[in-house]
């Protein structure tokens, strides 16, 4: 009994450590959102594991971002999906564009890091 107890408490433990996480992963991505609309490139860069060249070319190049939507899809502990919506607008274009689709994140040294992304215009 008293070992089931332990295993009992271990886990909740562990799933509590593990949905703090997990919901770290999301505000992550919120947060890089709000780095871009700031035009801060070296804070989007830095929410990357290896940021792509073209990471500092978007952020100089939008005027506004509204986040309309991030949820966390899944998460384990040491990877999430993120599901985006967002409105960007660019210096360089008339209208603004509507993306929505995946930020893929995964931990590194205890810390949430965007791996890739898979975003399509709506």
């Given at each position: 009994m008293?070992?089931?107890?332990?295993?009992?408490?271990?886990?909740?433990?562990?799933?509590?450590?593990?949905?703090?996480?997990?919901?770290?992963?999301?505000?992550?991505?919120?947060?890089?959102?709000?780095?871009?609309?700031?035009?801060?490139?070296?804070?989007?860069?830095?929410?990357?594991?290896?940021?792509?060249?073209?990471?500092?070319?978007?952020?100089?190049?939008?005027?506004?971002?509204?986040?309309?939507?991030?949820?966390?899809?899944?998460?384990?502990?040491?990877?999430?999906?993120?599901?985006?919506?967002?409105?960007?607008?660019?210096?360089?274009?008339?209208?603004?564009e509507?993306?929505?689709?995946?930020?893929?994140?995964?931990?590194r040294?205890?810390?949430?890091?965007?791996?890739?992304?898979?975003?399509?215009?709506?």
């Amino acid at each position: 009994m008293k070992k089931l107890l332990m295993t009992l408490c271990l886990f909740f433990i562990v799933s509590s450590v593990n949905a703090a996480s997990c919901s770290y992963a999301g505000a992550v991505v919120q947060d890089y959102y709000v780095n871009i609309h700031n035009n801060n490139v070296e804070a989007a860069r830095d929410k990357w594991i290896s940021p792509p060249r073209s990471v500092a070319s978007l952020v100089r190049n939008v005027e506004w971002v509204a986040r309309l939507n991030t949820n966390l899809g899944s998460c384990n502990g040491s990877s999430a999906r993120v599901n985006v919506s967002v409105i960007i607008k660019a210096y360089d274009r008339s209208t603004a564009e509507h993306w929505v689709g995946m930020v893929y994140l995964k931990q590194r040294y205890g810390e949430w890091k965007i791996s890739r992304m898979k975003l399509h215009r709506r």
